[in-house]
């Protein structure tokens, strides 16, 4: 092997909660979870990681009801299989997938990637062919995984697409971008982007493909890319920030005028029953 055969590296960063005794110290850190409500109406979650997310959830859900004064509701059973994660036997499983796909490679990805909804997403492939194609040749993901992020867990942009649904970006040598100007114009009819929209993503999709720069060379150029989106945001919609930090403004005062109501009832509901006792 020489540095020719890695096409591309990276590491993963967790987002610990530091506490002030840790004195800046990322070893001293907690490795736990933190779930808080520093700002009226704005629940925080730091730190954890995906084994914990279950208990995250479950905090988090716990803190809103308390926040908006509501009864709590009983967790859901730690056993409940995540979705596409009732299969019985994998083995069995990408079989029946490759006697359907025909194609034992395609069957492994889609099995391991959506578990028993691995037929949700072949289904589409049924009702449109052309959604079969594989996005990239020399790789195993299929027009018809892009097509089910749109509709089904919330796909966006070509990164979402390209890097986080489908890994393209991290095994291709371009790093995606030829695959993303692959499936820009259906990415964009299924998003009803117009000619204008389609452009600016392929260009906002630079910023976040990886390349062959350092990493802080391509954060300085991520975070560039961020500060033009921040422009066109203010430049096609003016007022709009200003828009949402008066709504921001008025929840907040409307959730502090209900926890000042709510504490209110409990004291006055405290101090009825000390004088029923007193009686």
Do not use: C
């Not at 009803?192 to 390349?211: C, H, I, K, L, N």
């Amino acid at each position: 092997l020489t540095p020719d055969d890695v096409v591309a590296a990276w590491a993963g960063i967790r987002p610990l909660a530091a506490a002030p005794a840790a004195g800046g110290d990322p070893g001293s850190a907690s490795r736990e979870h933190s779930v808080a409500e520093r700002i009226p109406g704005l629940v925080s979650v730091t730190g954890g990681k995906l084994t914990t997310h279950r208990v995250m959830g479950r905090d988090t859900v716990d803190l809103v009801q308390r926040s908006l004064g509501v009864a709590p509701t009983r967790a859901r059973p730690a056993q409940r299989p995540l979705t596409g994660g009732a299969i019985g036997d994998l083995v069995r499983e990408t079989g029946a997938a490759t006697s359907l796909t025909r194609d034992a490679t395609v069957a492994t990805r889609l099995v391991r990637a959506f578990g028993d909804e691995w037929r949700a997403v072949w289904r589409l492939v049924s009702l449109e062919p052309a959604l079969g194609a594989r996005v990239d040749p020399s790789r195993p993901y299929l027009l018809a995984e892009l097509r089910y992020a749109v509709e089904h867990e919330l796909a966006l942009t070509l990164g979402d697409l390209l890097i986080r649904r489908t890994p393209i970006a991290f095994e291709t040598r371009d790093h995606g971008r030829s695959a993303a100007r692959h499936v820009a114009p259906a990415v964009a009819e299924w998003l009803g982007w117009d000619a204008d929209r389609a452009g600016r993503a392929e260009e906002r999709g630079d910023d976040e493909f990886p390349d062959g720069r350092n990493e802080y060379q391509h954060r300085a150029g991520h975070d560039a890319g961020h500060r033009q989106r921040q422009r066109d945001v203010e430049k096609h919609a003016p007022g709009r920030t200003a828009e949402i930090r008066r709504g921001l403004e008025q929840r907040r005062i409307e959730l502090l005028q209900r926890g000042e109501q709510r504490q209110h009832h409990e004291g006055q509901v405290g101090v009825d029953d000390a004088d029923v006792h007193g009686e």
